[in-house]
């Protein structure tokens, strides 16, 4: 690539667990995923306007989210203006053959990634153990020290307020030490451990001073006197050990950096220009509010005239021109395009170096398009602005990308020049993609490829190649597994004699189907017909033999492989075997 | 003989702001079997004619000069009962919006049937034998005549809206937008279905789209409106490749093309016209390079440029004055 790379995305996913009832949560152990966007390999130049393509579902506007963590990723890496030596080191160590240390790369510059490391059942049983033991000496001991020392009970409630205060800094203090993991969510463990070690050693420190029998502690007068101070004890316990635990853990992230990069001040960096501006404007502020809010919110702006400065440069830039009469206006006072316009400028005014533009034209009028379009233009010229342009439209990817990359299914089927991709596409999806863009002209009418039904649900991925089952040019090697193949069989047979035959059909593994019970000419029959029909029935072709046994017919297929995004010629990648 | 010819219609709406003229002297045809594209950008009026010919206004419009003749009727002056008559049995319509046009608790299947038991005046057997053949000439299983409109994708939805329209066997379609919020590949399908519908059936087709190219592809004939009124009128090819309007020649060129070179197309500058209080003389002048005094001082005709071609524009009547040196 001529350009050095700013925004590089490697297997880049993010995964929206599927909701479920509390009996299926505990019926099936892994939750089940919508994999909106499922490992994106990316490279946008610096100063590049990069167009993501695709049908909507596809998953574009989730990676441009996920890039700037508006969603959280599941997985993979970004990495925002990192120097090529690091990109170089990364892609060895993920080949193995580097020096470095993936994990240490992928910590120091990635932006997606996250201290993550699975529990265990075994880890999850001896942490529980340990805590318990723990809390057991922990609680026993204190109770002792304060009935022979104290002499329990305190005469004065606050006391017990205090109390609660210590045990809460003892637990917090040991409880974040190693060898528990620094997780944000382990303070609040420690703080339900506080409430149980002051209750406890309360408890006890009132049995082994003397003071009650253990059979009558929850008669005592303590508690019927006290309740207050103990509930008071009780909540100071909670909040202590959580706060307290919370900073040590963050102390000890920093300390063995295992934060990762944070996002808060990169996001000055990264700014997204939404679809619609009729919703994504606050109706109840005005243009002035939408457009310093960035400010405020990252402590920029020292004063209001300064604020003030900043926000009439960025409304000028966006081409509101002049700046002050569009200060204190609402939205609904704006035509659609100037409404657009304070989107945009509401992302300019932090002097971002990277735009995620999604769909920022599909909701306005055809006439006034370019002139948005032009603004983004004139911006990369101003301020070397790179672009994410997410959109549907191909012939606006045309006439406005550098390059393009196309989206099935939350990957990418396809990536290259604009004029290399749509002038010469290779893979079938991009092929049916361009050839089905109307043209305004009606002496041009193009060959379409139409395909076949529509995208699959991307919680129900298909195996193999994700876009085979619609793939006018699908092969053996594809992915298809028996029970798509026996729904073609039966699918060509309806209405013909072989109907009958083929309904008692059964798909008992992924790699072969079964006839249970067939007449002798069974096998010449489905011979003749996947002879026939293959060339319609794509799903056919993956058959590799049918065999007799038992008295039935065993029909085997195939072994498939999924695509991988490889480098076909220069600048252009394809996902699709028939390039393999 | 056209079948549908529309003579000077006006449809106003009355607002706290004022009458907006959404439709305001309106002109065209629609011949036997033929496809006539309505273009225009938003708020050019061209769903309220559509509206207005249905007579299927909100209840602040009104129709309040023009006339609807089809085969010898009057749209705009039957009375309600005969017009009743004529509405899906005669002339139906394709509702813009098919993600919010179904009613979301009522089984697809009823929906499309309801139309058939009015007017076909069949029982519900009938009707729902109707339904299956219907749902199998848009490419949808009969068994799925069962599921809600939430069981259904877009592109499904919008093969229930055509089924729906094509109920009682209507000489007439009214397509309103019928692609828009519709992937490229969806919006391909469902265009060759109405295609494939439209030589089957022999129906007359009124489309209404804002995106030209999808036009260009589908249509016979075409009008482009602009602010109230159809600014262009004439076959497709003579719109798109003779265009005698400003309006029209600006329009075109504002799409991307991606046969065409890799630039960025033109725009045209300034807004929509207000349509309560609209430009004096031309409707256009305010946004035309070509403007001059006279397209203030008075409003063009629709006059004939060619043959079955017409626009509404001084320059093809008159010289203009030269310009003068800026």
């Known amino acids: 690539m001529a350009r050095e790379p700013y925004l590089v995305l490697r297997d880049f996913r993010v995964w929206f667990e599927k909701r479920r009832g509390f009996f299926e949560a505990l019926r099936k152990a892994t939750p089940e995923y919508v994999r909106a966007v499922d490992g994106v390999d990316l490279d946008v130049g610096r100063g590049e306007i990069f167009c993501l393509v695709g049908e909507s579902g596809c998953g574009k506007t989730t990676t441009g989210k996920g890039i700037l963590q508006l969603v959280p990723p599941t997985g993979g890496d970004v990495f925002v203006d990192v120097p090529k030596t690091v990109l170089d080191e990364y892609e060895a160590a993920k080949a193995g053959t580097g020096s470095a240390d993936l994990e240490t790369i992928r910590r120091q510059h990635s932006l997606s990634w996250k201290e993550h490391r699975p529990w265990t059942i075994p880890q999850f049983v001896l942490l529980g153990i340990l805590l318990a033991v723990g809390t057991l000496i922990g609680t026993t001991v204190p109770a002792f020290v304060t009935a022979a020392v104290f002499h329990l009970p305190f005469t004065d409630g606050w006391s017990y307020v205090g109390y609660g205060v210590v045990v809460a800094l003892l637990v917090a203090y040991f409880g974040s030490m190693p060898p528990t993991r620094p997780t944000p969510r382990i303070t609040l463990v420690l703080g339900g451990l506080a409430v149980l070690a002051f209750n406890l050693s309360a408890d006890l420190g009132l049995v082994f001073s003397g003071y009650v029998d253990a059979g009558g502690l929850y008669q005592s007068r303590i508690w019927g006197d006290q309740t207050l101070a103990m509930l008071g004890g009780n909540l100071l316990a909670i909040g202590v050990a959580v706060f307290v635990g919370r900073i040590l853990i963050w102390n000890r992230l920093r300390e063995e950096g295992l934060e990762g990069i944070q996002i808060r001040g990169l996001r000055q960096k990264l700014q997204i220009i939404f679809q619609d501006p009729y919703e994504s404007l606050n109706p109840k502020h005005s243009v002035y509010d939408i457009v310093a809010e960035p400010l405020i919110v990252n402590g920029l702006g020292r004063n209001r005239a300064e604020t003030e400065a900043r926000v009439e440069q960025a409304l000028a830039d966006a081409g509101l021109r002049p700046p002050r009469d569009f200060l204190f206006r609402y939205p609904h006072e704006l035509s659609g395009g100037q409404r657009q316009r304070v989107s945009i400028a509401g992302a300019l005014v932090l002097d971002p170096e990277f735009l995620v533009a999604d769909e920022p034209v599909s909701m306005l009028d055809v006439s006034i398009r370019t002139e948005i379009l032009e603004l983004l233009l004139e911006l990369r010229e101003k301020k070397g602005l790179t672009y994410l342009f997410i959109t549907h439209d191909l012939s606006l990817a045309w006439v406005l990308a550098d390059r393009i990359g196309v989206m099935y299914l939350g990957k990418i089927v396809e990536e290259g020049p604009t004029r290399e991709l749509i002038k010469n596409p290779r893979h079938p999806y991009t092929k049916a993609l361009v050839s089905v863009v109307p043209v305004p002209d009606p002496d041009r009418r193009r060959q379409r490829i139409i395909l076949k039904g529509e995208r699959p649900d991307p919680s129900d991925i298909p195996p193999g190649c994700r876009f085979h089952p619609r793939c006018p040019v699908a092969f053996e090697r594809c992915g298809w597994i028996a029970e798509e193949v026996v729904t073609e069989l039966k699918d060509l047979s309806v209405g013909t004699p072989e109907e009958g035959l083929f309904a008692g059909l059964r798909a008992d593994a992924p790699g072969a189907f079964t006839l249970p019970s067939a007449p002798p000419d069974a096998e010449a029959t489905i011979r003749r017909l996947i002879e026939a029909k293959r060339e319609e029935f794509r799903g056919l072709k993956a058959i590799r033999s049918i065999e007799r046994a038992d008295g039935g017919i065993r029909v085997s297929l195939h072994e498939f492989t999924e695509p991988e995004l490889k480098a076909i010629a220069p600048d252009v990648k394809v996902s699709c075997h028939l390039f393999a | ?326």
Request: with cysteine; proline share 6%.
């Open chain 2, 1 to 326: 003989m056209p079948l549908l010819t529309v003579k000077g219609l006006k449809t106003h709406f009355q607002t706290q702001e004022g009458t907006v003229r959404a439709v305001d002297g309106v002109d065209f045809t629609l011949g036997e079997g033929e496809s006539l594209g309505l273009a225009g950008e938003s708020g050019c009026g061209k769903t309220t004619a559509a509206l207005s010919i249905m007579r299927l206004l909100p209840s602040n419009g009104k129709i309040v000069d023009g006339t609807i003749d089809y085969v010898g009727y009057d749209l705009a002056k039957v009375t309600e009962g005969q017009l009743r008559a004529i509405r899906w049995k005669h002339i139906s319509i394709i509702f813009q919006g098919a993600m919010n046009a179904l009613n979301p608790v009522k089984r697809i299947g009823d929906q499309i049937a309801e139309p058939i038991v009015i007017h076909d005046k069949v029982d519900k057997e009938a009707a729902m034998k109707r339904v299956g053949e219907l749902l199998e000439l848009v490419g949808i299983h009969r068994e799925r005549a069962q599921e809600y409109p939430h069981e259904f994708s877009g592109g499904m939805r919008q093969r229930v809206m055509i089924a729906m329209a094509l109920a009682c066997n209507p000489r007439i379609v009214i397509a309103d937008e019928p692609v828009t919020a519709l992937d490229v590949m969806i919006q391909a399908q469902i265009l060759e279905l109405l295609e494939r519908l439209k030589r089957e059936l022999d129906l007359s087709m009124i489309l209404i789209s804002h995106d030209l190219s999808v036009m260009a592809e589908t249509c016979d004939s075409m009008a482009i409106m602009y602010a109230g009124k159809i600014v262009e009128r004439g076959s497709v090819r003579d719109v798109y490749k003779d265009a005698k309007h400003p309006y029209t020649k600006d329009l075109i060129g504002a799409f991307p093309d991606i046969e065409g070179p890799q630039t960025l197309p033109a725009y045209i500058p300034g807004l929509l016209p207000s349509l309560i209080n609209p430009p004096l003389g031309c409707r256009f002048h305010p946004r035309c390079k070509y403007a001059w005094q006279l397209c203030v001082d008075q409003e063009p005709g629709l006059d004939p440029v060619g043959a079955d071609h017409f626009a509404a524009c001084h320059l093809n009547t008159t010289t203009p004055p030269p310009k003068e040196a800026t």
